[in-house]
């Protein structure tokens, strides 16, 4: 059995398996591969030289960070997509205020949601790696008929269809839009999930996660002693 996982976690001093695990750095791209990358983005489009030159500077070769802070300058109508064909606004970029981190590029995107989707975004980060468009739709207080905003959110690359359900594009988008809920937003909406998840009675160990995080340990106990 091989699992491989990428991600990042400062703290690892709960890892009681790091013994049977291997930690693999990955290094910033290098100038073939970060082309190769701009290609499979762009298509037939070539960007400029020092515009390519000046993306793998600011973001440090992360194709994670370019992607989002190229969403940003999609966003700011400084790269558009017409006729076919991509187009760079350069004379734009003067001036346009660029994301110094993946976390605040991500923050920005999230911060243009309308109110509605921004619902389902926050709903969604408090539900796990993957949900199902009904439940999602229903707990974001919206109609199941409503796909159209699921559609949206894939559009926006802020979610991702997989298999009939719906799940983040990627872990760090759920992340951030975690960390922009209030304390109290976040218990309220845990709470929320768990009794819905309750009432239909989801696996015992997800319903104790969703009731400790909603301060209620009493049932969070209850459903991970049936765990």
């Known amino acids: 059995l091989l699992i491989l996982t990428s991600q990042i976690i400062p703290d690892k001093s709960g890892w009681d398996f790091t013994g049977y695990a291997d930690s693999i750095t990955l290094k910033p791209a290098d100038k073939e591969l970060w082309d190769d990358f701009l290609q499979n983005l762009f298509g037939d489009f070539k960007p400029p030289p020092e515009f390519a030159e000046n993306l793998y500077r600011e973001t440090g070769g992360n194709f994670l960070f370019a992607e989002e802070l190229l969403k940003s ?131 015992p160990e997800y319903l104790a996660k969703q009731f400790l995080a909603a301060g209620e340990t009493a049932k969070a106990y209850h459903y991970l002693c049936q765990s």
């Open 73 to 203: 300058l999609a966003d700011g109508k400084i790269i558009c997509r017409a006729g076919g064909f991509w187009k760079l606004e350069a004379e734009k970029l003067t001036g346009f205020p660029l994301p110094k981190s993946v976390t605040e590029a991500i923050s920005r995107r999230l911060s243009r949601l309308n109110l509605s989707l921004w619902a389902i975004v926050e709903q969604a980060a408090v539900m796990g790696a993957l949900f199902k468009p009904n439940d999602l739709l229903l707990l974001s207080g919206f109609s199941e008929t409503e796909q159209k905003s699921l559609d949206e959110l894939v559009l926006l690359r802020v979610l991702q269809r997989q298999n009939g359900d719906y799940q983040f594009l990627h872990n760090q988008i759920r992340d951030v839009a975690y960390s922009l809920l209030p304390p109290a937003k976040k218990v309220q909406l845990h709470r929320k999930t768990a009794h819905y998840f309750e009432v239909k009675k989801a696996r």
